[in-house]
């Protein structure tokens, strides 16, 4: 019971360290993109990339991001979606965006797996 009682405080305490960033699915994404102007960036490393992304998305790969959050100040109080392979990276650039002061910060649910998933379009690197 001891165990039991240590495993939730510190899975408690743990969750207080990440932001509270909002998910959003790939069609809410979609609709954030073309109706409100909602900017992608997606997270993935130069090869995933190079195979196939969405249109119109900002490739900063995660290992990247709190080096060049300087770049997406621009958009700091605009929709920012964050996006990888399945979520999880993207989730923790979300947090590094919204702990840098980003406003209107969110990841997408399933990343690029959900996305083509949902029959939305990708397009190639140049």
């Given at each position: 019971m001891k165990k039991i ?122």
């Amino acid at each position: 019971m001891k165990k039991i009682i240590v495993l939730l405080a510190s899975l408690l305490g743990m969750s207080s360290v990440f932001a509270d960033v909002p998910a959003v699915s790939p069609q809410q994404a979609a609709q954030m993109q073309s109706e409100k102007n909602a900017v992608i960036i997606d997270v993935r490393e130069k090869d995933e990339w190079n195979s196939g992304h969405i249109a119109g998305a900002i490739h900063i790969p995660l290992s990247e991001i709190s080096n060049r959050v300087s770049e997406l100040a621009k958009y700091q109080n605009q929709p920012v979606i964050m996006q990888c392979r399945s979520g999880s990276r993207s989730a923790r650039a979300a947090d590094i965006l919204a702990k840098s002061g980003f406003t209107n910060v969110h990841n997408m649910d399933g990343g690029l797996n959900a996305w083509q998933k949902a029959d939305l379009k990708t397009t190639q690197a140049n």
